[in-house]
């Protein structure tokens, strides 16, 4: 089992730039694909990015490529998504999930762990 703790999340103009951190408990955390979600007020959650254990494939909804990049330190048990070039459409509750297996899935269903989630605000 692994235990998920979001940071990083703030009030940030458009333009600008955040890096939000997916801190996990345990020590098979080299084990687990992490993925990134939102959730803006009124909608569903949707996927952003995902990362395999190993960090060596990631996937990406179209609405973010080129802007957010996720990487991961294993040896610090942290995912990171860099969100730059941000937009107002960006504002949403952000979580990261995880899941014991090798692929990369964009449905929330797949992904068996959560964090309890970080605000990103983009103001226009």
């Known amino acids: 089992q692994v235990q998920l703790v979001e940071s990083g999340g703030g009030l940030v103009q458009a333009g600008g730039s955040l890096r939000l951190s997916c801190a996990a408990s345990g020590r098979t955390f080299s084990s687990y694909t992490v993925g990134w979600f939102r959730q803006a007020p009124g909608k569903e959650r949707d996927f952003v990015a995902g990362i395999s254990w190993s960090g060596g494939r990631t996937l990406y909804a179209d609405s973010v490529k080129g802007r957010f990049t996720i990487s991961r330190d294993n040896s610090k048990n942290t995912v990171y998504l860099q969100m730059s070039s941000l937009k107002s459409d960006d504002t949403a509750v952000y979580y990261c999930?995880?899941?014991?297996?090798?692929?990369?899935?964009?449905?929330?269903?797949?992904?068996?762990?959560w964090g309890q989630g970080t605000q990103v605000t983009v103001s226009s």
């Open positions: 999930a995880a899941r014991v297996a090798n692929a990369v899935l964009t449905t929330d269903s797949g992904y068996n762990y």
